[in-house]
């Protein structure tokens, strides 16, 4: 009997727990504590650099290019400052679709390069949707091993080529 309710309490607290993890408002990139979400993105979004002025601004829409790790999907925080600038652009402009580009460098296997391309991919992608972009403005393509951006077979090279890329298709 003691078993069987010490089991039924460690469910209660696990659940519990679940139930107040999900119920905690925000994440990494800014967004608000508002009440008002919108297919899981809330309605009152705020983005890192609301306070940059209009040269810091440009600068973080220059950056096109986000750069990864081997083997990794991971952005870093800068980078997503710029894809962070780059979502509010595209909410406040619904008619501009973006494509959004991953690659890999000449190792591994074209499937697992595919793969990984697309996952670099999606990562910026997420950052644009979690920001509010509507996925419809938003194509995501992996390219794997097959645009490199530099042509060689040393690490210079191959950094070059672990990326994704925003590329605007209408402006």
Known sequence: MLLKTLKIGVVVVAVLGLVACASKKGNRWGSS????????????????????????????????????????????????MSINAHAKRLVNASRTRIRVEGHTDERGSREYNVALAERRANAVANVLILKGVPQEQISVVSYGKEKPAVVGHDEAAWSKNRRAVIVYEVE
């Open 33 to 80: 504590g508002g009440n008002d979400e919108v297919g899981g993105i809330e309605e009152n979004v705020r983005f890192y650099g609301t306070n940059l002025s209009p040269a810091e601004e440009k600068q973080l829409l220059a950056q096109r290019t986000y750069y990864f790790a081997l083997n990794s999907n991971e952005l870093s925080d800068n980078d997503v």
